[in-house]
């Protein structure tokens, strides 16, 4: 069965330290992986794919089939990174993970 | 484009009544999805449409659900009667196609029965 696995609900970080959040996917063929960000009062949105291998607000994310992985992270937190996270196996969605940057 | 539209944003209603949740797609987009967000279970898929066709309901969660899609442009969520463990945030996402396709997010309708 399709599955996927964010192992914590809350994550608080210090402005400036690296992040990372954590994603665990379970399924056989090849995957279609997607980090979603919902900021206070705004709309669930995409924020990066893993297809488009791209870089979006200083965020990466690495599949690794190995592990079956596809971690979210970033160097150097913000405060504006506060936000509820969800990775999604196309329209599978984890639990979603809490991140507060501290000042 | 105003995007994925949904109505009404928030919904307070006594347990035992029926109560009907509305979605407008993005024109264009072929596929249509409705989620639950709760603080315990997260964002779950509760049913999908393609071209207006359900393709997968085992997400919904009881008989007392139901969800309709009569053309491109609309689609509702019915849950009759509700309960209060129904109080939940409901979102309809929208987006071209399944697979590499980003889905569009509305804005939600918060349920609250009491």
């Known amino acids: 069965a399709q599955r996927v696995t964010q192992p914590e609900k809350l994550l608080s970080v210090f402005k400036g330290a690296p992040v990372e959040l954590k994603c665990n996917y379970s399924?056989?063929?090849?995957?279609?992986l997607f980090w979603y960000v919902q900021y206070s009062r705004q709309r669930l949105q995409l924020l990066l794919r893993?297809?488009s291998r791209e870089s979006i607000k200083g965020f990466t994310a690495d599949l690794n089939k190995g592990e079956t992985s596809f971690h979210l992270k970033k160097p150097f937190a913000q405060e504006e990174d506060s936000a509820m996270y969800y990775c999604?196996?196309?329209?599978?969605f984890g639990k979603g993970t809490r991140l507060h940057i501290l000042p | 484009d105003a995007g994925v539209i949904q109505s009404p944003r928030h919904e307070v209603t006594e347990m035992g009544q029926e109560v009907t949740l509305r979605c407008k797609p993005i024109?264009?987009?072929?596929?249509l999805f409705w989620y639950r967000q709760t603080m315990m279970r997260g964002l779950e898929l509760l049913i999908y449409?393609?071209?207006?066709?359900?393709?997968?309901d085992s997400g919904m969660p009881e008989d007392r659900f139901s969800a309709k899609m009569p053309n491109a442009s609309f689609s509702t969520l019915k849950i009759q009667p509700s309960e209060p463990r129904d109080s939940a945030v409901y979102f309809c996402?929208?987006?071209?196609?399944?697979?590499?396709?980003?889905?569009?997010f509305g804005p939600g309708t918060r349920l609250t029965v009491l």
């Open positions: 996402a929208s987006s071209l196609r399944t697979g590499g396709d980003e889905q569009f």
């Open positions: 399924y056989s063929g090849s995957p279609e």
């Open positions: 893993h297809i």
């Open positions: 999604a196996l196309v329209i599978i």
């Open positions: 024109s264009g987009h072929d596929y």
């Open positions: 449409f393609n071209n207006n066709v359900p393709i997968d």
